[in-house]
């Protein structure tokens, strides 16, 4: 399989845990999302959104990084990454779709360039938008692995929301946000992040890091 | 079963859409997001998260529209909203992805209320800002439609991007964005509206609606 990301992207990163999760090889392809290279010919005849990650394998191109932890969880069963039952497999995906959904996708490249250039927000103003959804964000889930975490953020065994949760506390860092507000979260996070293929797919652990 | 939403929500709508194709019984209980009643203490107690919809059923409280639609299909599982094969289904996932991820979180009443009250941007502004995550999403759309779309978004029967795509034109519609511009995904668009399932699921035929 080869993964077409870049190292700091938070989808592509999510990706990476998943694939670790599973054990599988994959190859890295980089997409530099700050030369803009999404945007080129031979990225968008992979995905004509232009957006980072894409994972070429038998099953064609897959896209959209939620999309493919569900197609990985399918093709590859085990170490699963949802539960068995309804209840518990509904309430997985929420969490996700809680970062997938009502996080990261207001605070990726292509938003903060239009509020930087578009609506001439400042580094200021950036970071208080970027903080107000996470913090949105974070309060429900800090509520909700309260309630469902254990040893990470939803039971004893990595699941789709660590994939999800662990890249988006990575970036919730970098625009500055004390995440020391969410101990339960946090600590989900950091028990997470000391398991060897979550640790794998870190940012900087990647081929085409700064 | 209870939904909790609101008539001119998208992720309302998706999920009466998602209900009627199963050909469920459902009650709806209104949460006027005009008046804030998304952020009451009796709905935070259902959704900590204060967003609709939420839905009442035997497996709890079900949050979140995308992963409603995921646990229907698992729960109820004909007519399917998902194909069977691991491409044709990692396929439609992206599409609604797409619309779930990259177009209506972007647009919805909190995010326009934060452009209009801490960065004051005016009415053509946010149609401008409406407008630019719809088009890009939507150009993207238009090409998978192309290329998987037959009398519906994906194929000839209604499936999980068609419970996404209705609701989002219906907001493009009234973001006044043009969208004759997408004829391919419109006709597919027109063709599900058609249908009874889909017509009920409508913000104007809902007990709520203006």
Chains 1, 2 share one sequence.
Not at 57 to 83: H, K, M, V
Not at 89 to 100: D, Q, S
Not at 106 to 135: F, P, S
Request: charged residues 25%; aromatic residues 8%.
């Amino acid at each position: 399989m080869v993964l077409h990301g870049y190292w700091r992207s938070g989808t592509s990163y999510r990706t990476r845990i998943a694939l670790n999760i599973k054990g599988l090889a994959y190859r890295q392809e980089p997409v530099d999302l700050r030369e803009g290279e999404q945007k080129s010919a031979s990225y968008l005849a992979l995905n004509p959104q232009g957006l980072v990650p894409a994972l070429e394998c038998d099953d064609g191109i897959l896209t959209q990084s939620s999309a493919i932890i569900e197609w990985l969880d399918e093709r590859y069963p085990e170490p699963a990454l949802f539960p068995t039952g309804g209840a518990e497999r509904a309430k997985v995906r929420a969490m996700a779709m809680t970062v997938a959904c009502d996080i990261h996708p207001l605070n990726n490249l292509r938003i903060l360039k239009y509020l930087r250039r578009e609506l001439e927000v400042d580094q200021q103003g950036v970071d208080a938008w970027a903080g107000t959804w996470i913090a949105a964000g974070f309060d429900a889930l800090e509520a909700t692995i309260g309630q469902h975490g254990g040893r990470f953020a939803y039971g004893d065994t990595l699941t789709a929301v660590d994939c999800h949760l662990v890249p988006q506390v990575y970036s919730a860092e970098r625009f500055n946000v004390d995440c020391t507000r969410w101990p339960r979260l946090m600590q989900a996070v950091e028990n997470a992040r000391g398991e060897p293929p979550v640790a794998a797919a870190h940012p900087d652990n990647q081929p085409d890091a700064d």
